[in-house]
């Protein structure tokens, strides 16, 4: 991976699911994930983040338009690489990063990188609103893609997946629920609550934390057994009762059409997904035992569920992860922009 053509620096953000997801990246000589401005632990750093994060807040500046914004953009990225390789700087569509892109900090890169390239991924649906929009990406950037199938024809963008790092997690054999299902509520809470009321009904002990503060679904529901509402749930709390499960429960956004964390944590974890999107079967990692679509919750065959899943081999599982990496990804980029590579 490191006779990459580019130098690639990853502008993502502070969650932790992304963290986690591109943590591969420290792998390679040629490419870096930068989580926010002023990394690292000096108390200088931290006075500048907190600075930078009060100059930038969306809240702060929908009260009062503070000035001054692009004086921040020199500081964000320097070269941490002097390998003499051109760079690549790849965009999340929304972060700390992207929120600078404005106030002319693409243009800063441009004059103090020479020749390098631009790149965003999109991890969520484009329709939704963002600071950025995709027609001011496709101003300068030379490549884009998006994790969704429908969006990336439709918004005449690459098609690419949600990337995912090997876990280092300690194994647990302790398993407390049939069903997990993690998610805010977004547009599906009528499917949330038909999957659990279809599971609790067959005997599954299920497992479903639902990130809302909508207080009237609350207050109807807090008392079910095995359905939590939660204000915040950290991305390692998912991961715990993750691995706590023997299926894990896939409900799409609606208009949803790419695989979402779900599947890449049923790879990582080898559990078994059941998933109400009807893309899953194109996935590269597709196994008819392991990974279960459906189009209806109540189709699915609780016997079948219930049983073990055939875990594969070592060696196969390790295939399966590259698949994920993000520095196959960064590979993937690479050969679109020009590079001598086959995919």
């Not at 990225?77 to 051109?86: H, I, L, S």
């Not at 199938?149 to 963008?157: A, G, P, R």
């Not at 706590?244 to 790419?258: D, H």
């Given at each position: ?185 977004k547009n599906r809470w009528n499917d949330i609550y038909r999957a659990y009321s279809y599971f609790s009904k067959k005997g599954c002990v299920c497992d479903f934390v639902i990130v809302t503060k909508d207080k009237r679904i609350i207050e109807k529901y807090k008392n079910l057994q095995g359905l939590i509402f939660v204000d915040s749930f950290s991305y390692r709390e998912n991961l715990l009762h993750a691995s706590q499960t023997k299926n894990i ?95």
């Amino acid at each position: 991976m490191d006779e990459l053509k580019y130098n690639y620096v990853v502008l993502g953000s502070t969650d932790e699911y992304y963290m986690l997801s591109y943590s591969d990246l420290s792998k390679s000589g040629c490419c870096k994930y930068m989580s926010e401005p002023f990394e690292g632990k000096s108390i200088l750093n931290k006075v500048l983040r907190m600075i930078h994060k009060v100059h930038m807040s969306q809240k702060v500046n929908s009260i009062i338009s503070l000035p001054f914004k692009a004086v921040w953009n020199s500081f964000l990225v320097d070269d941490c690489f002097k390998n003499g390789k051109k760079y690549c700087f790849v965009f999340f569509s929304a972060g700390p990063f992207t929120d600078h892109i404005p106030y002319g900090f693409v243009d800063m890169l441009k004059k103090r990188f020479p020749n390098s390239k631009f790149v965003v991924f999109y991890q969520d649906l484009i329709e939704h609103k963002r600071l950025v929009s995709i027609d001011d990406f496709k101003t300068f950037c030379d490549e884009l893609y998006s994790f969704d199938y429908k969006d990336s024809e439709k918004y005449n963008v690459n098609y690419y997946p949600l990337v995912y790092s090997k876990l280092n997690l300690h194994d647990s054999n302790k398993i407390t629920s049939d069903v997990y299902f993690c998610g805010a509520l977004k547009n599906r809470w009528n499917d949330i609550y038909r999957a659990y009321s279809y599971f609790s009904k067959k005997g599954c002990v299920c497992d479903f934390v639902i990130v809302t503060k909508d207080k009237r679904i609350i207050e109807k529901y807090k008392n079910l057994q095995g359905l939590i509402f939660v204000d915040s749930f950290s991305y390692r709390e998912n991961l715990l009762h993750a691995s706590q499960t023997k299926n894990i429960l896939e409900l799409m956004q609606k208009n949803g059409t790419g695989y979402t964390i779900r599947a890449c944590e049923a790879v990582a974890l080898r559990k078994r997904l059941l998933s109400n999107n009807k893309f899953l079967e194109k996935a590269p990692f597709y196994k008819p035992d392991q990974f279960m679509s459906f189009d209806d919750v109540e189709n699915v065959d609780i016997d079948m569920i219930l049983k073990p899943i055939n875990v594969c081999p070592d060696e196969a599982y390790s295939a399966e992860m590259n698949k994920l990496s993000p520095l196959s990804f960064i590979h993937r980029i690479d050969c679109d922009l020009g590079a001598s590579c086959i995919l």
